[in-house]
């Protein structure tokens, strides 16, 4: 098959990169990676959303009053 990865070639390079940097730092690595990855996406959602809602309606009411006291 050409350019897929079988099984086996993953659990080759599985196998050295425990015999180079073991199992302990394989382990802290991942955890590591999917921290970023949890930020990452709490990110995501969080930008969509507006940061927070009764601030703005306190900015929106500031500026009523303010017009209200200029007329």
């Not at 350019?3 to 659990?11: C, F, K, M, N, Y």
């Not at 921290?35 to 995501?44: I, P, Q, S």
């Amino acid at each position: 098959m050409l350019g897929g990865i079988s099984i086996w070639q993953l659990l080759i390079v599985l196998a050295i990169l425990v015999l180079i940097f073991g199992t302990k730092k394989l382990k802290n690595l991942g955890s590591d990676l999917g921290g970023a990855v949890k930020g990452f996406k709490e990110a995501v959602d969080k930008d969509g959303e507006p940061e927070d809602k009764t601030a703005q309606h306190k900015v929106i009411d500031a500026e009523a009053k303010k017009d209200d006291k200029s007329a």
